[in-house]
């Protein structure tokens, strides 16, 4: 509120209603403005936006419903609240009063307690509501800079990753000279390292470039089979590693519209994953599915699974099921976030069906019907969701 308790427009054809109503706001502290008809109080209500206006319905020229109307057909006005006081008692009436945008109504005659009381609670109701969008305003500057933040800080990282990973390959290969077995060893301790931070700075990399709709997608007809099968294979070398049984069953997709590099990230994640989860002698089974409209992807583990209560946070970003985890077996915690955007991207859906101890199945869909376009598409990665439902936070 500007100043005070704020400001009521008070708009009736009746004269003694206007000084009573006003007399009354103005001994509880409001400031009063004052109104014979709806064309006087659409011009003031546009000129000087009012906190709330108490409007006959009765009224000669235009009546209160089309000025209700009026008002909230004009997006200086429309969010004013306001309350119809009339002598109509009808349930039709109170019923276009409501359809008009009213927010409450009063009969007359009224009891000037009553009218106080109402004025005071849609007053604090708006003075919440514009709180509410305040912060709300607030909370996506907060987000945009964190967006802003972290993509430049991961190019500023990765910009120096590159040549130390060269030089130590130099290193490595004998170029500077001999290099001992301890030294080789040593060497090869800081590449894997300097993989591992590589990774992890292109993980939010392409966290902010989704959060930012920057991430870009070449979308073309292709061969999804063909795109499941080498990621597959990609990550077969792994699961050997770990004597994982790795098993890929297939119904034939149709040629359909996909970024092949993005969704062959997608199942690289997922696989790597299962792998990762999943103890020495385990198994893993994807399978491709043709359905009527859409394709599904599905990665089934016997691995130590997830609790009930974790399974809405593991595709938020930054949100770790549990730290000592994350560090037991490695990982930035971003590859799900990852995931679900480029899915959502392809307007299709990712979930997963877990139990623990019990192993996880994670899966998403594929539309067939996608239009051939190189895609730049923002996405909220901040969603919580139980099974394939999203929950919006």
């Known amino acids: 509120m500007k100043n005070g308790k704020g400001q009521i427009l008070v708009v009736d054809d009746n004269p003694q209603n206007l000084r009573v109503l006003g007399s009354m706001l103005k001994e509880n502290g409001y400031r009063v403005a004052l109104a014979e008809n709806g064309i006087e109080a659409v011009k003031y209500a546009a000129d000087k936006h009012p906190d709330l206006i108490l409007l006959d319905i009765m009224m000669p020229e235009m009546d209160g419903i089309e000025t209700c109307k009026r008002l909230k057909a004009d997006d200086r006005t429309a969010e004013i609240p306001v309350i119809f006081i009339t002598a109509l008692t009808d349930t039709e009436d ?5 359809n008009a945008g009213g ?17 005071d609670v849609n007053i604090k109701r708006k003075e919440v509501e514009e709180k509410l969008k305040q912060a709300n305003i607030e909370l996506k500057r907060a987000d945009k800079l964190k967006t802003q933040f972290l993509s430049l ?14 030089q130590l390959q130099m290193m490595l290969a004998g170029y500077f000279g001999e290099v001992t077995e301890k030294q080789k060893k040593s060497i090869e301790m ?66 359909i519209v996909f970024d092949k590099d993005r969704i062959a990230q997608v199942v690289i994640n997922l696989v790597n994953n299962a792998i990762k989860f999943t103890d ?13 409209n859409y394709a599904i992807v599905k990665v089934t583990d016997n691995g130590i699974g997830i609790k009930k ?31 679900k955007g480029i899915v959502a ?41 139980v099974g394939n439902k999203l929950i919006e936070v």
Request: hydrophobic share 40%; glycine share 6%; charged share 30%.
């Open 94 to 98: 109170k019923l276009r009063a409501f």
């Open 103 to 119: 927010v409450d109504y009063i009969t007359k005659p009224f009891v000037l307690e009553e009218v106080m009381a109402r004025v």
């Open 153 to 166: 800080v991961s190019h500023e990282l990765r910009t120096p990753v590159t040549p130390i990973t060269a």
């Open 190 to 255: 800081v590449l894997r390292n300097t993989a591992r931070l590589d990774r992890l700075i292109g993980d939010i990399l392409d966290i902010s470039k989704l959060e930012s709709g920057a991430m870009k997608f070449v979308m073309a007809k292709a061969d999804l089979n063909e795109t499941v099968e080498h990621a597959v294979e990609i990550m077969e070398s792994n699961a050997r590693k770990k004597n994982i049984t790795i098993t890929l069953k297939e119904d034939k997709i149709p040629e």
């Open 280 to 292: 020495p002698g385990g198994t893993i089974d994807i399978c491709l599915l043709n359905h009527t």
């Open 309 to 339: 209560e974790d399974l809405e946070r593991i595709f938020v970003p930054f949100e770790q099921v549990d730290s000592s985890m994350t560090r037991k077996y490695d990982g930035s915690g971003l590859g799900l976030s990852i995931c």
């Open 345 to 385: 991207s392809h307007g299709g859906e990712i979930w997963v069906e877990s139990e623990a101890g019990k192993g996880s199945t994670f899966q998403f869909t594929l539309p067939y019907r996608r239009g051939i376009a190189e895609k730049n598409v923002k996405v909220n990665l901040f969603e919580k969701q």
